[in-house]
Each structure stands twice: as structure tokens, then as C-alpha cells.
């Protein structure tokens, strides 16, 4: 199998989950707006929505209906009562992707024990992929190392492209 190295363009959107913090304080948010552009990707939009899972639902389902290929979520996916990003992804997307979700975990457990702790999700609404990302900068930046690399492929296959 034959891997194509073609530059794929990809649109991303920020959702960050916080009852804290606005953009001006989005410091996780604004670390993922440059990885992204480190990669000659582009941000189509960056949202801060409180940490109510009806919020943070609505927010992704927006993201996705722009046309986005991912949507990055920021926070509420720990064991606060308070985070509820995983459920709300769950509420309005179809299908799980559970191995970008343990390649996260697995990447930051060489970093820190506390990666056990993420209740992070990747799922599929439609065509969109969307992934649950913590709400440190450290930890969101150490998350998207983790599967940066897979970005790509995954985008083409949803977007209904094959494999070579």
C-alpha cells in the first residue's frame, strides 16, 4: 500500500468548553489555532461555549453544518463534575472512532499517569470528525501530537476517497 503524499487541505473548528474563560484567556484554544496553521491548515472558526452539554452539543453541530472537515472540542472531558464534553459529542454525532481517542491517552500516558483520566471521545457526525482535546494548553498540545500524523488519511476517507 502505497501512501500519497499530496498536501491535504483541512478546515478546522475550535469549540473550547469553559464556565471561565473567554477567547481573550483561550490560551489551549490559541495553541490549537497555531498547530494548525503550523500545518498550512486553515481555522474556519474558534467559539467559547459554557460547560452545559445542550451548549457545547448545539456548538459542535454548528461547527459540523459549516463545513468543516474537524472540529477540535477544548476542555470538559475530565472527571470534574462540571465536564461534559464527551457526552454532549456523544448527543449529537453517529459513529465513535475509538483509536484516535486511545492513541491520545496512549501518547500522553509516556507524558503524565493523569492521561488515564481523560474521558475523551473522537466520533464522526456526517462526514466531520470531531475530538474531544483537554483544556491545558500542555496537554491539548501533547494530545494533538499524538494524532496529527493521521489527520489527513482520516479527512480523505471521510470525504470518500480510497486507499491507494
Not at 500500500?1 to 481573550?24: K, Q, Y
Not at 475530538?131 to 501533547?142: F, M, Q, R, V
Not at 499524538?146 to 486507499?163: F, S
Amino acid at each position: 500500500m502505497s501512501h500519497s503524499h499530496e498536501p491535504v487541505s483541512i478546515s478546522f473548528a475550535i469549540v473550547t468548553c469553559s464556565d471561565t474563560r473567554d477567547l481573550a484567556q483561550d490560551q489551549a484554544g490559541d495553541a490549537l489555532e497555531r498547530l494548525i496553521a503550523d500545518n498550512g491548515w486553515t481555522c474556519a472558526s474558534h467559539v467559547i461555549v459554557r460547560d452545559e452539554r445542550a451548549d457545547i452539543g448545539a456548538a459542535i453541530v454548528e461547527a459540523c453544518d459549516a463545513g468543516v472537515d474537524v472540529v477540535l472540542t477544548c476542555g470538559g472531558s475530565g472527571l470534574s463534575l462540571r465536564d461534559v464534553t464527551p457526552e454532549a459529542t456523544r448527543d449529537v454525532c453517529d459513529r465513535e472512532v475509538p483509536g484516535i481517542a486511545e492513541a491520545m491517552r496512549y501518547h500522553s500516558l509516556q507524558i503524565t499517569p493523569f492521561a488515564m483520566l481523560s474521558r475523551a471521545l473522537c466520533m464522526q457526525r456526517g462526514r466531520v470528525l470531531v475530538i474531544n482535546l483537554p483544556g491545558s494548553t500542555k496537554a491539548a498540545t501533547e494530545n494533538w501530537e499524538g494524532i496529527v500524523a493521521a489527520l489527513p488519511h482520516a479527512v480523505k476517507m471521510m470525504a470518500g476517497g480510497g486507499h491507494e
